[in-house]
């Protein structure tokens, strides 16, 4: 196959290296025909090799990526970039004058060059930067309680909260932040300080109106009661 490919004035302008015609003679149509050419000859390996040097010169046997231009070459992969393995449009749209045979046979050798291994390794870089580029926004919950925020617009978080009341544990007037406690109907609030203690402990830091109306409540009901040690003290 080299020796043939030497001989060949189109094989030494498309493939002028001896490395390169020497890698075309080591594809796999070169040892397809000589499977066929010792099959032809009863399997007489003398008779098979005389036949390969015929008096015109060695055979040449060439491949579908021989036989393709440059430009054919560029236009498959066009082609492929756009239908990917549909062969049928491929043929109809880019290359018609090849026979769809030639197209899947050019399509798995051009699998085995190093161009397509390129352009495999661009595509997945290409992807992975793609996801590297994902952004995921942050969210925070906003607190239902939260009636009013330094430099909110009135009427929004505040809305529907009498000015100048304090708050209902430390009696204040000023806080970074207010948050709704108690009733609504009681608009009662608590600063920022008071509210971290009531989410941490569950009660006040001083009693309140309505821990008095509570009290209140189910005071009657302990008077009617007398403790144990109050009764052996009376008796």
Known sequence: GTFARALDCSSSIRQPSLHMSAAAASRDITLFHAMDTLQRNGYDLAKAMSTLVPQGGPVLCRDEMEEWSASEAMLFEEALE????????????????????????????????????????????????????????????????????????????????????????????????????????????????????????????????????ARSITEPHSRGHTSRPEAQSLS
């Open 82 to 213: 756009k239908y990917g393995k549909d062969f049928n449009d491929i043929r109809q749209d880019f290359l018609p004058w090849k026979s769809l045979a030639s197209i899947v046979q050019f399509y798995y050798m051009w699998k085995t060059t190093d161009r397509y291994i390129q352009q495999k390794r661009l595509k997945a870089a290409e992807a992975d930067s793609k996801l590297k580029q994902v952004y995921i926004p942050t969210y925070t919950k906003p607190n239902p309680n939260q009636i009013i925020s330094v430099g909110s617009k009135p009427g929004m978080n505040g809305a529907g909260f009498q000015k100048g009341l304090t708050c209902e544990s430390c009696h204040t007037t000023q806080s970074a932040q207010w948050y709704a406690w108690g009733p609504p109907n009681m608009q009662c609030r608590l600063c920022a300080s008071c509210w971290i203690y009531w989410k941490k402990y569950g009660g006040l830091k001083t009693p309140t109106q309505l821990e008095g109306a």
